[in-house]
């Protein structure tokens, strides 16, 4: 190991407990819809909506949270997120023994370990930059998303094989055993951050709290043109991914092993995406990086719906590969400059209203892919939901990214979220 991973002992235990984590949040997400396909025989919309439930939370409950976060010791409440998960997936298969597996519990579970991811995202979000120095943020944020990438691609890849190996239920033990995994990791932490702006401020209600977070978002350019971008983005990627197992296994005829394998392959372009963005960023610039990971590669998902049997998989591996390396690099340069650029009594806010808006247009993107692929045909959803990623991308070249070389370091303006500075020189305009 090297780098952060050698010498900091507490980033290392939240590395390991992130990316198991997100290993068991992988296999889920392929776990769950393949059980619902293959052994409950769910239509197409049924699908869908089951993938929707996952991301519902984002919606329901993801401002309060952030208002949580900034009022309260983040490691705690991480730890909460990381036990919900664990208790629930070890709890299916001993439901389903009796015979009481179907789409309805499989929903419930999916909104209920959808709040808790709800929760420790935005807990660990806004608890990276009370662990590491400035310095160590962005590559503290590059090691954590290339983690997870290769934990979502490994988990997909062990999602198909559970269900096909160890049946519908019995799939759901891995996840609970990596959950509880995280759960270990975090409980070694030492470093005990201060409680959030204790005796800083007299306590003030959630609703005013939260319209604070939202009129960050909502006052400045910069979070304001990420955030919508973000929204119609997963708009896309969640319409097609929603559909695509059904697309897979029912259209171009593979097993869901097979499915499982060709995600994972798909999945390594996160891997790549990482590794590659910072030494990118620092040549063009944080700003043209953006435009590069998040517009030119993601139009690769043009190839996904021309996908057949055979050969034909190749053309989903590429355009795969590419959306999923354009996402990860994405998030790993809006990870930076969040931390940076936002004051950090407001970032658990900032997250949650951030995440509220993009995040909360997944759910929405899962019912649209199922609607349209009920409606028109999966093939014909695809094709219009894969068009919309890079159109997505769209929003950020009417946007100062366009004309800047670096994405801002540093707000300027009002902390509490009520002003929109006006974009600064130093910040890399031209």
Same mark, same amino acid.
């Given at each position: 190991?090297?780098?952060?991973?050698?010498?900091?002992?507490?980033?290392?235990? $939240?590395?390991?407990?992130?990316?198991?984590?997100?290993?068991?949040?992988?296999?889920?997400?392929?776990? #769950?819809?393949?059980?619902?396909?293959? =052994?409950?025989?769910?239509?197409?919309?049924? *699908?869908?909506?089951?993938?929707?439930?996952?991301?519902?939370?984002? /919606?329901?409950?993801?401002?309060?949270?952030?208002?949580? *976060?900034?009022? &309260?010791?983040?490691?705690?409440? #991480?730890?909460?997120?990381?036990?919900?998960?664990?208790?629930?997936?070890?709890?299916?298969?001993?439901?389903?023994?009796?015979?009481?597996?179907? %789409?309805?519990? $499989?929903?419930?579970?999916?909104?209920? =370990?959808?709040?808790?991811?709800?929760?420790?995202?935005?807990?660990?979000? !806004?608890?990276?930059?009370?662990?590491?120095?400035?310095?160590?943020?962005?590559?503290?944020?590059?090691?954590?998303?290339?983690?997870?990438?290769? !934990?979502?691609?490994?988990?997909?890849? !062990?999602?198909? /094989?559970? @269900?096909?190996?160890?049946?519908?239920?019995?799939?759901?033990?891995?996840?609970?055993?990596?959950?509880?995994?995280?759960? &270990?990791?975090?409980?070694?932490?030492?470093?005990?951050?201060?409680?959030?702006?204790?005796?800083?401020?007299?306590?003030?209600? &959630?609703?005013?709290?939260?319209?604070?977070?939202?009129?960050? @978002?909502?006052?400045?350019?910069?979070?304001?043109? $990420?955030?919508?971008?973000?929204?119609?983005?997963?708009?896309?990627? #969640?319409?097609?991914?929603?559909?695509?197992?059904?697309?897979?296994?029912?259209?171009?005829?593979?097993?869901?092993?097979?499915?499982?394998?060709?995600?994972?392959?798909?999945?390594?372009?996160?891997?790549?995406?990482?590794?590659?963005?910072?030494?990118?960023?620092?040549?063009?610039?944080?700003?043209?990086?953006?435009?590069?990971?998040? $517009?030119?590669?993601?139009?690769?998902?043009?190839?996904?719906?021309?996908?057949?049997?055979?050969?034909?998989?190749? %053309?989903?591996?590429?355009?795969?590969?590419?959306?999923?390396?354009?996402?990860?690099?994405?998030?790993?340069?809006?990870?930076?400059?969040?931390?940076?650029?936002?004051?950090?009594?407001?970032?658990?806010?900032? =997250?949650?209203?951030?995440?509220?808006?993009?995040?909360? =247009? %997944?759910?929405?993107?899962?019912? /649209?892919?199922?609607?349209?692929? !009920?409606?028109?045909? @999966?093939?014909?959803?695809?094709?219009?939901?894969?068009?919309?990623?890079?159109?997505?991308?769209?929003?950020?070249?009417?946007?100062?990214?366009?004309?800047?070389?670096? /994405?801002?370091?540093?707000?300027?303006?009002?902390?509490?979220?009520?002003?929109?500075?006006?974009?600064?020189?130093?910040?890399? &305009?031209?």
């Amino acid at each position: 190991m090297t780098g952060l991973l050698h010498r900091h002992r507490d980033f290392r235990l $939240l590395w390991c407990g992130e990316t198991a984590g997100k290993f068991g949040s992988a296999v889920t997400r392929v776990t #769950m819809p393949l059980i619902a396909v293959a =052994t409950l025989r769910a239509d197409t919309f049924a *699908v869908a909506l089951l993938s929707a439930c996952g991301w519902l939370p984002w /919606l329901l409950i993801g401002l309060p949270v952030g208002v949580w *976060v900034d009022r &309260l010791p983040r490691r705690p409440l #991480m730890l909460g997120a990381a036990a919900v998960p664990a208790v629930l997936f070890a709890a299916v298969p001993l439901i389903a023994r009796s015979g009481g597996l179907g %789409l309805g519990l $499989l929903i419930a579970v999916a909104l209920l =370990t959808g709040a808790a991811a709800v929760l420790f995202q935005t807990a660990y979000s !806004a608890y990276l930059p009370t662990l590491l120095d400035p310095a160590d943020q962005p590559e503290g944020n590059a090691k954590l998303h290339g983690s997870a990438s290769a !934990a979502q691609l490994a988990g997909q890849s !062990a999602g198909g /094989l559970l @269900v096909q190996l160890a049946g519908a239920a019995g799939g759901l033990l891995a996840p609970a055993a990596t959950h509880l995994l995280s759960l &270990l990791c975090l409980l070694g932490i030492r470093h005990r951050e201060p409680r959030p702006d204790a005796g800083q401020r007299a306590p003030r209600s &959630l609703v005013a709290e939260v319209c604070e977070g939202l009129r960050l @978002v909502a006052g400045d350019v910069w979070f304001r043109t $990420l955030t919508l971008f973000g929204a119609a983005s997963n708009l896309a990627l #969640m319409g097609y991914q929603s559909i695509l197992p059904v697309f897979l296994v029912r259209e171009v005829g593979l097993s869901p092993g097979t499915v499982g394998i060709l995600l994972a392959v798909a999945g390594t372009g996160g891997v790549a995406g990482a590794f590659a963005v910072r030494r990118t960023a620092a040549r063009i610039g944080t700003a043209r990086a953006t435009l590069l990971f998040e $517009l030119a590669l993601p139009t690769v998902a043009l190839l996904i719906p021309l996908t057949t049997g055979g050969p034909g998989v190749l %053309l989903y591996v590429v355009g795969g590969f590419g959306v999923s390396a354009g996402v990860v690099a994405g998030n790993v340069l809006k990870a930076g400059f969040q931390q940076g650029y936002c004051p950090p009594a407001l970032l658990g806010r900032l =997250t949650a209203g951030s995440a509220f808006l993009s995040y909360g =247009t %997944l759910p929405l993107g899962a019912l /649209l892919g199922g609607a349209l692929g !009920a409606g028109l045909g @999966v093939r014909t959803a695809l094709w219009i939901t894969t068009a919309g990623v890079p159109l997505a991308a769209l929003i950020l070249l009417a946007s100062p990214v366009r004309t800047a070389r670096d /994405l801002p370091t540093r707000r300027t303006g009002p902390a509490d979220g009520r002003g929109a500075p006006e974009p600064r020189r130093g910040a890399g &305009l031209r």
